[in-house]
């Protein structure tokens, strides 16, 4: 079946830089948008960055200019280069992808997560 792991997590300290990898297998026919989520405890999942199967990319506000999505279709993986991280405790990092798994057929996926602690 199809499944996206996410690698790249950890602990760092504010400043710091981390980056995400979030790679998809399984039998699948293409992946569109791939994106980054995040979530706070006692907080809604909410959009860190996306990223179109064309190469488009958006980003949340309070990204501000410090994340960076990229992709690798040929390697079925996104990217998520995190810089000038901010001290917020623990979040965990989900990935979602939107892949065609047949013809005409396209069904969300997401990670399982990947907590990322930054300390002040």
């Known amino acids: 079946q199809v499944q996206l792991v996410e690698s790249g997590g950890g602990l760092v300290q504010a400043g710091g830089s981390l980056r995400l990898s979030c790679a998809a297998s399984?039998?699948?026919?293409?992946?569109?948008?791939m994106g980054w989520y995040r979530q706070a405890p006692g907080k809604q999942r909410e959009l860190v960055a996306g990223?179109?199967?064309?190469?488009?990319?958006n980003y949340a506000d309070f990204v501000e200019g410090r994340f960076t999505i990229t992709r690798d279709n040929a390697k079925n993986t996104v990217y998520l280069q995190m810089n000038s991280l901010k001290p917020e405790g623990t979040v965990v990092y989900y990935c979602?992808?939107?892949?065609?798994?047949?013809?005409?057929?396209?069904?969300?996926?997401w990670g399982q997560g990947t907590p990322v602690t930054v300390s002040s």
């Open positions: 399984g039998p699948f026919y293409s992946i569109n948008t």
């Open positions: 990223i179109t199967g064309g190469g488009s990319k």
């Open positions: 979602k992808a939107a892949i065609v798994v047949r013809f005409y057929i396209e069904r969300d996926y």
